[in-house]
């Protein structure tokens, strides 16, 4: 899941890497992963997760996870959390390949609709979304310009 906030709107330049630890872990809770290990530098905090990886950039977040995590849970922590900073959510992107294990996933992640329509409930605005068949396999992707949280 790529969400990317307005550059310049928020109360520090920093913007999401201005995220505390409590916050990030809150998020990684709600996704069904712990941080494990962090690596910094001048342009971004990177994570390394019990389920894969997170990135965080200024204005730029990118949560990559396996298994049977529940990824579009991180979204309302993160929401939370940004609006303490001031900052407007510009462009949410989520992308899936098929499960392998399909019957072993946790709500959201039961069915591609489901995925959609919890994304569309935490956020105020019209995405698309489309269900191809790539390579034959089937990848969800949803995609929504300019996003708010919903009040």
């Given at each position: 899941?790529e969400?990317?906030?307005?550059?310049?709107?928020?109360?520090?330049?920093?913007?999401l890497?201005?995220l505390?630890r409590a916050?990030l872990?809150?998020?990684?809770?709600a996704?069904?992963?712990?941080?494990i290990?962090t690596m910094?530098?001048?342009?971004?905090?990177?994570y390394?997760?019990?389920?894969?990886?997170?990135?965080?950039?200024?204005h730029?977040?990118?949560?990559?996870?396996?298994?049977?995590?529940?990824?579009?849970?991180?979204?309302?922590?993160l929401?939370?959390?940004?609006?303490e900073?001031g900052?407007?959510?510009?462009?949410?992107?989520y992308?899936?390949?098929?499960?392998?294990?399909?019957?072993?996933?946790?709500f959201?992640?039961?069915?591609?609709?489901?995925?959609?329509?919890?994304?569309?409930?935490?956020?105020a605005c019209?995405?698309?979304?489309?269900?191809?068949?790539?390579?034959?396999?089937?990848?969800?992707?949803f995609?929504?310009?300019?996003?708010?949280?919903?009040?």
């Amino acid at each position: 899941m790529e969400i990317d906030f307005v550059p310049g709107v928020g109360v520090s330049a920093r913007g999401l890497r201005d995220l505390t630890r409590a916050q990030l872990d809150d998020l990684c809770t709600a996704a069904r992963c712990t941080i494990i290990s962090t690596m910094s530098n001048e342009h971004l905090d990177s994570y390394v997760l019990s389920e894969s990886s997170l990135f965080v950039y200024s204005h730029k977040m990118i949560l990559k996870t396996c298994g049977t995590t529940t990824l579009l849970m991180a979204l309302e922590p993160l929401l939370k959390a940004t609006a303490e900073l001031g900052m407007k959510v510009e462009w949410v992107a989520y992308t899936r390949k098929d499960f392998q294990r399909p019957g072993q996933q946790k709500f959201p992640h039961r069915d591609h609709i489901e995925e959609v329509r919890s994304q569309l409930r935490r956020l105020a605005c019209h995405g698309r979304h489309r269900r191809a068949a790539l390579r034959s396999a089937w990848h969800a992707v949803f995609s929504a310009p300019l996003c708010s949280p919903r009040t």
